[in-house]
C-alpha cells in the first residue's frame, strides 16, 4: 500500500511543533512527512528584539532544524516556495523541484502589515525574522560609526512605531543595549534619543492599566520620548512626518505597527483576509479536507466576528492539535475541534523588567522578568526536551558576545 505523503510548510513555532507531534504518533512507515523551510534553522521570534540590538548571541535566537527533528520519521528539505497549487497538490520550489502531498500543513511565516503608509515599505526596517533583526544591529552601529564623523543628529535618533507587545520590547532592549553600543563607538550614550511613537492614546493597548502605567513610567525614567495618540504620515528614511505636521529626524524607523499573513496565501486560490485564511474548527482549508492551516497563515474565529491574533502561543497550541489531526485523518478517524486556552502573556522590557497578565493576576518588574524566561524555557522543552532548555540556559552565560562591528 503506497504511503501518505504530508508535506508542512514553514518551519516556524506551528511548523516545527507539528512534525515532532506526528515523529511521536506516527507508526514507523506509516507516512512520508517532509518539512520545507527557506532556511536550515528555525528562530525564536519572541527573542528576536535581542538580535535587533544585539544583546544575544545568534546561537541563542537560531537553532539547528536538524537537531530538533526525528530524521526516521522527518525528512527536512531547504527551499524557498514558489507556488502552491491545491487543487493538484503540488508545492513548487524557487529551483524548480515539485514536491507531491497527500496531507499539506500551511504554516507559514507572516508578513508586515504597513497600511500604505509612504516609504514605511522603503525605508523602515522590520522586525519580522532572523535576518530583517540583524540588519536593525547592523544598520545602528554603522549609523553610530557615521556620526562619529559627521555629528547629524538623525543617526542617533531610534524610533519606534507602535507601542504594543513587539514594540514595548525592542524599546526595552534598546535601553538594554544601546549604552554598550555607544561605549564601543566612542558615541556619548546620553546624546542619543529612543522615541516610541504609537497612534493608541496609550502604550500596550489592550494590557491592563497597572501593567500600562508601570511601563510609560519606567520608560520615561530611561529617557524615552513617548509620544502617544500620534500617527506617522510619512517616512523618508531620514525624517518621521506625524500627523500634527512636525518631523522627527531620524534614519532609524523600526516598524512594529501589526502583521498580516504571507503574500503566498493570496495566491492559493482561496479567500483570504488579510493574506491569512479563515480556517474550520479542525484547522482545515475551507473545500480542501486534506489541507491543514495554522499560526500566522490562519485566522481562527474566536466568535462570529473576532479572530484570534496570531500570537506564538496559538501557533503552538494549534499545532499540537493539527499533529492529532492529520495522524486521524490518515487513518480515517474523526477530528478534533482546536480549542485555545490562553495561559497569560508577558512582555518583557530588557532583561530585569517586564509587565504581562497570568490568569487574573497582573505581573511586573522582576518576577515579570522571571516569568517571562519560564515562558521561553518551556517552549524549549517543548522542542528538545531538558536537554535543550540546559543547553541554551548554558549559551545565556557562556556564550561568546556578538561582535561590535560597523557592516557597510
Known amino acids: 500500500m503506497k504511503k501518505p505523503k504530508v508535506v508542512i510548510l514553514g518551519a516556524g513555532y506551528g511548523g516545527l511543533i507539528t512534525s515532532k507531534k506526528l515523529a511521536k504518533l506516527l507508526n514507523a512507515g506509516e507516512a512520508e512527512v517532509t518539512l520545507i523551510n527557506k532556511h536550515d534553522y528555525h528562530y525564536i521570534t519572541t527573542q528576536l528584539h535581542k ?43 524557487e529551483s524548480g523541484e515539485d514536491v507531491q502531498y497527500d496531507y499539506l500543513l500551511i504554516s507559514l511565516g507572516f508578513g508586515v502589515q504597513t497600511f500604505g503608509i509612504p516609504g514605511i515599505k522603503e525605508h523602515a ?25 559627521d555629528q547629524d543628529p538623525s543617526r542617533i535618533n531610534f524610533a519606534v512605531a507602535g507601542a504594543g507587545f513587539t514594540g514595548i520590547e525592542m524599546i526595552g532592549e534598546l535601553i538594554e543595549g ?21 497612534a493608541s492614546p496609550t502604550l500596550l493597548p489592550g494590557f491592563e492599566k497597572e501593567a500600562i502605567d508601570y511601563s510609560t513610567e519606567l520608560l520615561k525614567q530611561e529617557g524615552v520620548e513617548i509620544l502617544t495618540s500620534t500617527k506617522i504620515k510619512e517616512y523618508n528614511g531620514v525624517q518621521i512626518r506625524i500627523d500634527n505636521g512636525e518631523d522627527i529626524p531620524t534614519r532609524t524607523l523600526i ?40 499560526g500566522d497563515s490562519s485566522m481562527f ?10 500570537t506564538a502561543q496559538i501557533a503552538i497550541q494549534q499545532a499540537l492539535t493539527c499533529g492529532d489531526n492529520i495522524v486521524s485523518a490518515i487513518r480515517g478517524q474523526q ?17 530585569r523588567a517586564a509587565v504581562g497578565k497570568i490568569g487574573k493576576l497582573t505581573i511586573k518588574g522582576a518576577f515579570a522578568a522571571l516569568m517571562k524566561q519560564v515562558i521561553e524555557m518551556r517552549y524549549l522543552f517543548t522542542l528538545g526536551g531538558p536537554a535543550l532548555v540546559f543547553k541554551q540556559f548554558f549559551k545565556r552565560w557562556h556564550s561568546t558576545p556578538t561582535k561590535v562591528y560597523a557592516k557597510h
Open 125 to 149: 526596517f522590520e522586525i519580522r525574522s532572523f535576518r530583517s533583526t540583524k540588519k536593525i544591529f547592523h544598520h545602528i552601529q554603522k549609523q553610530l560609526v557615521a556620526y562619529k564623523e
Open 178 to 198: 544601546l549604552p554598550a553600543l555607544c561605549e564601543a563607538t566612542g558615541v556619548p550614550y546620553e546624546k542619543t534619543r529612543i522615541i516610541s511613537v504609537e
Open 301 to 310: 474565529m474566536k466568535d462570529e466576528k473576532t479572530p484570534y491574533p496570531p
Open 51 to 93: 538580535t535587533g540590538v544585539g544583546t544575544a548571541s545568534d546561537d541563542r535566537i537560531t537553532l539547528n532544524i536538524a537537531d530538533l527533528i526525528d530524521h526516521h520519521k522527518i525528512d527536512f528539505k531547504k527551499g524557498k516556495i514558489a507556488s502552491v497549487d491545491l487543487n493538484a497538490r503540488l508545492v513548487r520550489l
Open 335 to 351: 477530528l478534533k475541534s482546536f480549542e485555545y486556552h490562553h495561559k497569560g502573556s508577558v512582555a518583557s522590557i530588557g532583561d
Open 255 to 294: 516598524w512594529s505597527c501589526g502583521v498580516k499573513g504571507n503574500d503566498l496565501i493570496d495566491k492559493m486560490g482561496v479567500p483570504t483576509i488579510q493574506s491569512r485564511i479563515i480556517v474550520d474548527k479542525d484547522l482545515r482549508v475551507p473545500g480542501f479536507k486534506n489541507v491543514f492551516c495554522i
